[in-house]
């Protein structure tokens, strides 16, 4: 496994960012009036993908300079403009200065989650239980579960093993996974190679916080 350096936590961070644009894209085209927006910002990008959406919040800023008060003043200022919390993430690679920032305006801790990778050297095999049929749709190793009267047969592993096939295929040189840490997704991912980056924070502000 390669050291994970500022560098790398960069590309490992832009898995889930730009899922999110792209996700936010789409929501302009298909669902116009949930207002769906996003921004290139401090080397990452703001994004809202409507209210209590589970994703839409500012991701992959603070790699390459440090922030300033005007910046978490934009920051907030655009999420206050579409009447959401303020939210971005905290990876322990990133410049100081983004915790010195949201410690001092207050924010709240809203999830910590584990940043696992795995190089994609080789293909796996895939192991699909023989009543059961993956196919391809959207490729990304995110958002997938298994409903609870599936589970305990072995198909969340098979989903795995099958998508990181298909990235090795595709010529990609890492697999990503966010989860919270000690779930079972993430022993299902750590019997198959990955390992843990680094832990990072997601923060939030409601605005009747002082």
């Known amino acids: 496994m390669k050291f994970v350096d500022k560098a790398l936590a960069r590309r490992l961070e832009s898995a889930e960012e730009m899922p999110q644009v792209d996700c936010a894209r789409m929501l302009q085209k298909l669902r116009p009036k ?6 290139p910002f401090c080397g990452g990008h703001v994004i809202f993908a409507g209210l209590n959406s589970p994703i839409g919040h500012a ?3 603070g790699f390459d300079a440090a922030l ?7 920051l907030e200022a655009f999420y206050r403009s579409h009447g959401a919390p303020a939210q971005l993430d905290l990876c322990p690679l990133t410049d100081p200065s983004v915790l010195e920032l949201v410690s001092k305006r207050r924010y709240a801790l809203a999830e910590l989650n584990n940043v696992l990778y795995c190089p994609l050297s080789s293909p796996m095999m895939a192991d699909v239980p023989p009543d059961v049929s ?6 990304a190793l995110f958002g997938a579960g298994t409903l609870p009267e599936f589970r305990n047969r072995g198909i969340q592993t098979a989903l ?5 096939k298909a990235a090795a295929q595709a010529g990609c040189e890492y697999a ?5 840490g000690g ?3 993430e022993r299902n991912c750590l019997r198959l190679g990955f390992r843990i980056a680094y832990s990072k924070a997601t923060v939030i502000k409601h605005w009747d916080s002082a």
């Open 34 to 39: 949930i207002g769906a927006a996003f921004e």
């Open 59 to 61: 991701a992959g800023l």
């Open 68 to 74: 300033t008060a005007a910046d978490l003043d934009r």
């Open 134 to 139: 993956i196919q391809r749709g959207i490729f």
């Open 160 to 164: 795995l093993r099958t998508r990181l």
């Open 176 to 180: 990503v996974v966010i989860t919270r």
């Open 183 to 185: 779930t079972i997704s």
